[in-house]
C-alpha cells in the first residue's frame, strides 16, 4: 500500500471505523448491547455510531447478556444483521446457551434451512487490574463449538480488515478484542475499502530458526520476543492465524517445517486451550521437520489475581518467550 | 344433512367454515401424535417423543389467528404448533424418523422442526431456550417495517428460566411485537408446577408491563378470542403480551413416561380427558350451533387417518440421508 494514503489508527479506532463503514453500507447492520449508544461502551470504542446512525440502530440493552443474545439469534435469522457487544470476554459465560445451543446450532439443525448472521463482539486479556472476573481469555470455549467461528486480531489493520468480513458473514461469529490494544496499539491502516478473509494466516515477521505463533496481544509479545532473539543471533518467525476456526492449518504446519521449532503463545488457560489444539496441528503435521517437541505457552491455571506482581505473573511476556525460544534453540 | 335456519347466515356459514376446519385441525394433530406413539412403542422411531394430545386446542386457536409469514418458536413438545403453523404431516414423520425427506433433512428430528415457509423458527430443547429467538424475530418485523408478529410458545416450566424475564423486560421497553404463550399443562416434567412456580403467573409478565391474560386452554374458541386481540394489538404496534393457556398433557412427559401415579392419579387424567377433551368441546359445541353433525365428524375422521397413513408410509419408505450428508450445513 502507497505511503501517502497510509494513516495509524488505535486498534479502538480500527474496530469502530469497521462498524461505521458497514453500517453505512447495510442498514441492516445495528448494534446492540450495554451502554453502546451515548456512553459508547466504557472502552469508548464506539463512540460516534449512535450520534450517525440513531438509537433505532445502536441500541443501549438492559444488563442481560444472555437476553440480548438470544434476541441476536433470532434478529439475526430474520433479516438483521446484529453485533452485540459483551463488554468483558468474562461475560460470555451469561450467553452460553444462547451462543453454543441456538446461534451454533440454528443452521445445522434446521437442516440448513435458517442462517444466524451476527457477531459477538467481545474482550479478553489480563493485566488491567481488573481482578479474576474481568480479566479472563475465554476464547477456547467458543473455538471449542462447531458452527461458530472465532476471529483474534492483532493489529488495527487486521482488526479493521477482519471486522468488516465477520459482519458480512452468513454465521455467527464472535470477535475477541484484546482491551489493553485498544488505545495503546495504533498501526497503518488504509483508508480504502479492503477486507480480510477468515483462515488466512498472516506471517508478521519472517525467521528461519524458530515459529513463535501467537494469538491476538500475543503477537506483540512474540514480535517484541522476536527482537530479543534477534540481539543473539536467533531468527524468529512470528505467525499470527487471526481466526481460531477457520484455522489455518498448512501456514502453520508450513511455517513449523521450514523452522523445525515452535512456540505457541495465547494468553487463554494454556490447558485444554487453543495452544494445545495449535501444537497438536502442527505437531501432527511437521512431525519429521521439528527438533524439538512444540512448547505451549498461556495464562497459568488459576483465577486472574487483581495484586499487579501477581497478576503480572499469569501471562506470557516478551521476556518469559524470549526465555523459552532461546532454550528451545540451544543458545545459553 | 341440514343446517339450523337461524344460523344459515353468511357470517354463520363462515364461522362454521372456521370452526369445522379448527375441528379437522385438532383431529389431525392429536392423530398425528397417536400414529408417533405407535411409531415409537415399535420402535420404527429413534430418540424421545413427547406428545401433545390434550392441548390441541391452544396450538389451533393460537395459530388459526396468524397469518403465514407470522413467526413462531416451539418446543420440545412442538409437533401441534409445527402442525398448526402448517406443517405437511408426511415431512414432519420424515423428520422424526431421520429421513432426508424431512423438515431438516434428518438432522433436527422431533425437537427441532424448522420450517422458514409456514414461519417456524424452530422447535426447541432447552426449556426457555427460544423465547430470544422469538424476541429477535419481533425485532426484526418492528425494525424493517413489516406487519409481522411473533408467536414464543413454551411450557410452564420455562417460568423458571431467568432468560424469559430479560426477554420479556426488553419486548416491553422497545413496544416489540411478541406474544408470549404459556402452556400450563399442571406438570413441570414429573414435577406439578406449584411445586416450582410462586405467585401468580401472568403477574410475573404484568410487573413488567406486558398485557397478560389467561385463557381456558382447552376450549379453541376461548384461546382463539383472547389470542386474536393479542395479536391483533401487536400488529398494530400495541407491544408485546403474555397468554398462559390452561391445558393438560393426557400422556406422559415423553413417551416411555407409563407410570404416572406418583405424580398424578389416574382419576385425575380421567376427568381432563372425559370432560374436558378440547375436540370433544368443539364437536359439542358444533352440534349445538347445528353447525354439524355426528356424520360429518366421522367423515372428518376418516379423512384424516388415511391422510395420517398415507404420511407415515412415506416417511417409512423415504431414504435416509447419505452418511456424506453429515458434514453439510455447519457453516452457511
Given at each position: 500500500m502507497p505511503d501517502a494514503i497510509t494513516r495509524e489508527l488505535s486498534f479502538g479506532q480500527a474496530v469502530r471505523e469497521a462498524l461505521a463503514e458497514e453500517m453505512r453500507r447495510d442498514s441492516r447492520v445495528c448494534i446492540f448491547g450495554e451502554d453502546v449508544a451515548e456512553a459508547g461502551t466504557p472502552f469508548k470504542v464506539l463512540s460516534g455510531l449512535v450520534e450517525e446512525f440513531g438509537t433505532e440502530r445502536v441500541l443501549d440493552t438492559p444488563i442481560s447478556e444472555a437476553g440480548f443474545t438470544g434476541i441476536a439469534v433470532g434478529a439475526a435469522m430474520t433479516g438483521l444483521r446484529p453485533v452485540v457487544d459483551i463488554m468483558f470476554g468474562d461475560f460470555i459465560t451469561l450467553t452460553m446457551d444462547q451462543m453454543v445451543n441456538q446461534a451454533a446450532k440454528v443452521h445445522y439443525m434446521s437442516g440448513g434451512a435458517w442462517k444466524v448472521p451476527m457477531v459477538m463482539r467481545t474482550t479478553l486479556g489480563a493485566t488491567r487490574r481488573s481482578g479474576a472476573q474481568h480479566s479472563q481469555s475465554l476464547h477456547a470455549w467458543f473455538s471449542h463449538v462447531p458452527g461458530l467461528k472465532v476471529v483474534m486480531p492483532s493489529t488495527p489493520y487486521d482488526a479493521k480488515g477482519l471486522l468488516k468480513t465477520a459482519i458480512r458473514d452468513e454465521n455467527p461469529v464472535v470477535f475477541f478484542e484484546d482491551k489493553m490494544m485498544y488505545t495503546k496499539l495504533k498501526g497503518p491502516v488504509p483508508a480504502e475499502e479492503y477486507t480480510i478473509p477468515f483462515g488466512v494466516a498472516d506471517v508478521k515477521r519472517v525467521g528461519r530458526d524458530i515459529t513463535l505463533v501467537g494469538t491476538s496481544s500475543m503477537v506483540q509479545v512474540a514480535l517484541g520476543a522476536a527482537s530479543l532473539l534477534e540481539e543473539i543471533g536467533v531468527s524468529a518467525e512470528v505467525v499470527d492465524p487471526r481466526t481460531m476456526w477457520p484455522l489455518d492449518e498448512k501456514a502453520l504446519i508450513d511455517s513449523a517445517k521450514k523452522t523445525s521449532r515452535v512456540i505457541v503463545i495465547d494468553e487463554g488457560y494454556e490447558r485444554y486451550g487453543v495452544t494445545a489444539e495449535i501444537a497438536a496441528v502442527i505437531a501432527e503435521g511437521a512431525f519429521y521437520n521439528l527438533d524439538a517437541p512444540v512448547k505451549r505457552m498461556g495464562a497459568m491455571h488459576i483465577p486472574i489475581p487483581f495484586s499487579p506482581p501477581l497478576e503480572d505473573a499469569t501471562v506470557p511476556t516478551e521476556k518469559s518467550v524470549f526465555e523459552v525460544a532461546r532454550k528451545l534453540c540451544g543458545r545459553t | 344433512m341440514t343446517i339450523a335456519t337461524d344460523k344459515s347466515t353468511a357470517s354463520s356459514g363462515t364461522q362454521a367454515g372456521q370452526w369445522m376446519r379448527a375441528y379437522r385441525q385438532m383431529v389431525s394433530i392429536r392423530m398425528f401424535e397417536e400414529q408417533v406413539n405407535e411409531l415409537y412403542?415399535?420402535?420404527?422411531?429413534?430418540?424421545?417423543?413427547?406428545?401433545?394430545?390434550?392441548?390441541?386446542?391452544?396450538?389451533?386457536?393460537?395459530?388459526?389467528?396468524?397469518?403465514?409469514?407470522?413467526?413462531?418458536?416451539?418446543?420440545?413438545?412442538?409437533?401441534?404448533?409445527?402442525?398448526?403453523?402448517?406443517?405437511?404431516?408426511?415431512?414432519?414423520?420424515?423428520?422424526?424418523?431421520?429421513?432426508?425427506?424431512?423438515?431438516?433433512?434428518?438432522?433436527?428430528?422431533s425437537m427441532h422442526i424448522a420450517d422458514p415457509a409456514t414461519g417456524n423458527l424452530g422447535a426447541n430443547a432447552i426449556v426457555a431456550g427460544s423465547v430470544g429467538i422469538a424476541t429477535g424475530a419481533a425485532l426484526s418485523a418492528k425494525r424493517l417495517g413489516t406487519d409481522?408478529?411473533?408467536?414464543?410458545?413454551?411450557?410452564?416450566?420455562?417460568?423458571?428460566?431467568?432468560?424469559?424475564?430479560?426477554?420479556?423486560?426488553?419486548?416491553?421497553?422497545?413496544?416489540l411485537p411478541v406474544i408470549y404463550v404459556c402452556e400450563n399443562n399442571l406438570y413441570t416434567?414429573?414435577?406439578?408446577?406449584?411445586?416450582?412456580?410462586?405467585?401468580?403467573?401472568?403477574?410475573?409478565?404484568?410487573?413488567?408491563?406486558?398485557?397478560?391474560?389467561?385463557?381456558?386452554?382447552?376450549?379453541?374458541?376461548?384461546?382463539?378470542?383472547?389470542a386474536s386481540r393479542l395479536v391483533d394489538r401487536a400488529r398494530r404496534g400495541g407491544g408485546p403480551s403474555f397468554l398462559v393457556c390452561n391445558t393438560y398433557r393426557y400422556t406422559g412427559h415423553h413417551v416411555g413416561d407409563i407410570n404416572r401415579e406418583y405424580y398424578r392419579s389416574k382419576e385425575e387424567e380421567k376427568l381432563w380427558k372425559t370432560e374436558r377433551d378440547p375436540i370433544k368441546l368443539l364437536a359439542d359445541w358444533l352440534v349445538e350451533q347445528g353447525f354439524a353433525d355426528s356424520a360429518q365428524f366421522s367423515t372428518i375422521q376418516s379423512e384424516v387417518e388415511s391422510e395420517m397413513k398415507k404420511a407415515v408410509e412415506f416417511a417409512v419408505a423415504a431414504p435416509y440421508p447419505g452418511v456424506a450428508e453429515v458434514e453439510q450445513d455447519v457453516y452457511a
Open positions: - | 412403542t415399535r420402535a420404527l422411531m429413534p430418540g424421545l417423543a413427547h406428545l401433545y394430545i390434550g392441548e390441541e386446542a391452544v396450538a389451533v386457536g393460537i395459530c388459526e389467528t396468524l397469518r403465514a409469514d407470522d413467526y413462531i418458536t416451539s418446543t420440545h413438545r412442538g409437533h401441534g404448533h409445527c402442525l398448526a403453523k402448517g406443517a405437511s404431516p408426511d415431512r414432519m414423520f420424515a423428520e422424526l424418523l431421520g429421513k432426508k425427506a424431512g423438515y431438516c433433512k434428518g438432522k433436527g428430528g409481522r408478529v411473533a408467536v414464543c410458545f413454551f411450557g410452564e416450566g420455562a417460568l423458571g428460566q431467568g432468560v424469559l424475564y430479560e426477554v420479556m423486560n426488553v419486548a416491553s421497553l422497545w413496544k416434567e414429573y414435577t406439578h408446577y406449584t411445586e416450582t412456580t410462586a405467585g401468580d403467573i401472568p403477574a410475573r409478565a404484568a410487573a413488567f408491563g406486558l398485557q397478560a391474560e389467561a385463557a381456558d386452554g382447552q376450549d379453541v374458541r376461548a384461546v382463539y378470542a383472547t
